[in-house]
């Protein structure tokens, strides 16, 4: 499901896809648990606009013409750039902890360490270009 207009927060579990979790998915990768713990570690201002950032890193990795399976060099650059925006924009503090939790909140506790590995480089080679 594209989320479009003004960031929001979903009251429930299930409310990032209209409720309809086996018709709707959430390409960006974000989960109420997530949102809770980012709100707590980086305020609801700055989570918001990296949530609203998340979705100008997801354009922009889409129309970059890399190849685009889970952990390829799509998704590899998606982390760059998401990270680099909220950098640019945010504090590098703040970037630094919605990237991480974005690593281990919700429902990608249980991914493997080496993905997680992977993504936070990528996280921080963003950081480090804005």
């Known amino acids: 499901m594209q ?3 003004t960031p929001r927060i979903a009251t429930n579990v299930d409310g990032y896809v209209a409720s309809n979790p086996l018709r709707y998915y959430d390409p960006y990768g974000l989960d109420l648990q997530e949102l809770i713990v980012d ?3 980086a305020g609801l201002f700055d989570t918001l606009l990296g949530y609203y950032y998340s979705r100008d ?3 922009e990795a889409k129309e970059s013409g890399l190849p685009g399976p889970h952990n390829g060099k799509r998704d590899a650059y998606r982390h760059c750039v ?3 925006i909220m950098a640019s ?3 590098q503090g703040d970037a630094r902890v919605i990237g991480d939790n974005h690593e281990e909140a919700g429902s990608r506790s249980g991914q ?3 993905e997680s590995s992977m993504d936070k480089h990528n996280n921080r080679m963003g950081r480090a270009c804005a």
């Open 3 to 5: 989320l479009l207009g």
């Open 39 to 41: 709100v707590r570690d």
């Open 57 to 59: 890193a997801f354009k």
């Open 82 to 84: 998401w990270s680099c």
């Open 89 to 91: 924009n945010l504090t």
């Open 112 to 114: 493997p360490s080496s």
